[in-house]
C-alpha cells in the first residue's frame, strides 16, 4: 500500500506540468498558423476563441436574431450549444452538432462577430466555455484570443501578444483567401482596422495586451521564425518551472 502511494507521489513529481499557454493580439498577426503550430510542435491542445464567437454569431443570423439588437442577442446568448474539438492537426467547432467551420468564415459573420462579442452575457458564456476547455486539457493548451491573457485565463503560464502593421496583416489576410478576397486590398485593410477598433473599444474584455505579456512584432518575421519564437519561450518557461 505505501508503495502505491509512493509511486503516484514520485509520478505526480516527475509528469510535466500541464501548461497552459495564451496567444493575444489583432486579425492578420498570424496568431491562428502560430498557435496551432505551437501546440502541435509541443503536443498540446489547441483552441481558437474567435472561432467560437464566430459559431455563436452564425447561430444568430441563421436564427433571425437581430445582431444589432443587444438584448435579443444577450437573451438568446445562452441557447446554442457550441463543441470545439482541440487537436491542433484538425481542430473542429459545431453548433448543436452541426459542423460550422464553414459558414463561420463568410463575409457576413465575419462582418457581425464584432458586435455579437461586445454583448456581456454571450462573453460570460463563451469565457465559461473556454475555461472549462482549458482546465480538463491533459498535458496543456495553446489558447489563441482577443482577452485569453487579461480576463479569460490570468494565470497562464506564458502570455504572448502578437502584433504586425495594417499593411502586413491586410496582406496576409487577403492572401489567406487565396484570391478569393471579394473586398479587394485596400477594403480588407480598411474592415480589419474597423473590427480591430470595435474590439479593442468595446467596454466588455476588450482586445488588450495583458501587463506580463511578451509582445512579439511580427511585420518582419516569416511565420516559422514566430513559430520558432514561441515555442523558445514556452520551453524556457518549463525549463524554469
Ligand atoms: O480571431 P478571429 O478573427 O476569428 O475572431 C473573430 C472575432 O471574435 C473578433 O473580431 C473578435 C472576437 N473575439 C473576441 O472578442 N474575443 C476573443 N477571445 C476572440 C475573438
Wanted: with cysteine; proline share 4%.
Amino acid at each position: 500500500m505505501s508503495t502505491t502511494v509512493e509511486t503516484a507521489a514520485t509520478a505526480a513529481r516527475t509528469a510535466p506540468a500541464a501548461v497552459i499557454v495564451a496567444i493575444d493580439g489583432p486579425s492578420g498577426t498570424g496568431k491562428s498558423s502560430t498557435s496551432k503550430a505551437v501546440a502541435a510542435k509541443l503536443g498540446l491542445h489547441y483552441l481558437d476563441t474567435g472561432a467560437q464567437y464566430r459559431a455563436i454569431t452564425w447561430w444568430m443570423i441563421t436564427n433571425g436574431v437581430d445582431v444589432d439588437d443587444v438584448g435579443a442577442v444577450a437573451t438568446a446568448a445562452a441557447k446554442p450549444s457550441i463543441e470545439s474539438g482541440t487537436d491542433p492537426a484538425a481542430p473542429t467547432i459545431t453548433v448543436d452538432g452541426l459542423d460550422a467551420s464553414g459558414p463561420i468564415r463568410t463575409q457576413e459573420v465575419t462582418s457581425k462577430v464584432s458586435a455579437v462579442s461586445a454583448v456581456p452575457e454571450v462573453r460570460t458564456r463563451i469565457t465559461e466555455l473556454q475555461r472549462s476547455i482549458a482546465a480538463t486539457a491533459e498535458g496543456g493548451i495553446v489558447v489563441e484570443g482577443r482577452d485569453i491573457g487579461t480576463t479569460v485565463l490570468p494565470d497562464a503560464d506564458l502570455k504572448v501578444f502578437l502584433t504586425a502593421s495594417p499593411e502586413a496583416r491586410a496582406a496576409r489576410r487577403s492572401g489567406e483567401l487565396k484570391g478569393k478576397d471579394a473586398l479587394g486590398l485596400a477594403a480588407t485593410q480598411d474592415a480589419l482596422i474597423r473590427r480591430d477598433a470595435a474590439d479593442s473599444g468595446r467596454k466588455a474584455s476588450p482586445l488588450a495586451k495583458a501587463d506580463d505579456a511578451v509582445e512579439v512584432d511580427t511585420t518582419e518575421l516569416t511565420l516559422e521564425q514566430v513559430i520558432e519564437c514561441v515555442v523558445t519561450l514556452v520551453e524556457e518557461k518549463q525549463a524554469a518551472a
